[in-house]
């Protein structure tokens, strides 16, 4: 999916220098100062349906996917209270922003796995507003991400290595013992373009 709407071919270009800026560190930094810059500089412009939610799933829509450099980008919508379990990343980096409104993300470590049975303890809660970003390098991909307004909507733009279109999700069983559960992540349809 290509997507076009104002200032993406400029950002876009900016994603493809990051990509290949070296090591996956060096990757990351300038993916988080690139975006971190498109939301305050206010060139760009998402399309209008990347700001409706659907009411019962936060919406995942794939605005661009590099033909050159594999990697994918995902806008989601997130609704009120909308938020996501404990999930990993399917061993790939991800830079994930915030465009609108506010997310708390919860960082997870990994201290123990028995089978399918995993023990996870927060490591730490950010409150991300409009304008920041993080990034997530496998073995450290373990999250949980929540809109926690109960009025507004919030907006990401995640930049995955790769299209994902599978992860493991974490299901509380004890504890801080969890069961891994695959999970097929689906799109949203993606927008046509920006009017
Ligand atoms: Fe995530």
Avoid: K
């Amino acid at each position: 999916m290509d997507t076009h709407f104002p200032g993406r071919d400029r950002l876009i270009r900016a994603f493809d220098a990051a990509v290949t800026a070296g090591d996956t560190a060096s990757t990351m930094r300038a993916l988080r100062s690139t975006l971190c810059d498109a939301i305050h500089s206010g060139d760009v412009r998402l399309p209008d349906e990347v700001f409706e939610g659907r009411p019962d799933h936060y919406a995942r829509r794939e605005l661009y996917r590099s033909p050159e450099h594999g990697y994918a980008v995902v806008a989601m919508t997130w609704g009120p209270g909308q938020g996501t379990p404990i999930h990993d990343h399917s061993g790939m980096w991800c830079v994930e922003s915030v465009w609108h409104g506010a997310l708390e993300v919860v960082q997870y470590e990994l201290c123990e796995q028995a089978g399918e049975r995993y023990r996870f303890v927060p490591a730490g809660v950010t409150q991300a507003g409009a304008g920041s970003a993080g990034s997530l390098i496998p073995p450290h991909e373990h999250h949980t991400i929540c809109n926690a307004s109960d009025h507004d909507i919030a907006v990401s733009v995640h930049i995955y290595q790769d299209r994902m279109t599978s992860c493991s999700v974490f299901e509380p069983e004890h504890g801080d013992w969890y069961v891994r559960q695959p999970r097929v992540l689906q799109l949203d349809d993606a927008p046509a373009a920006a009017h």
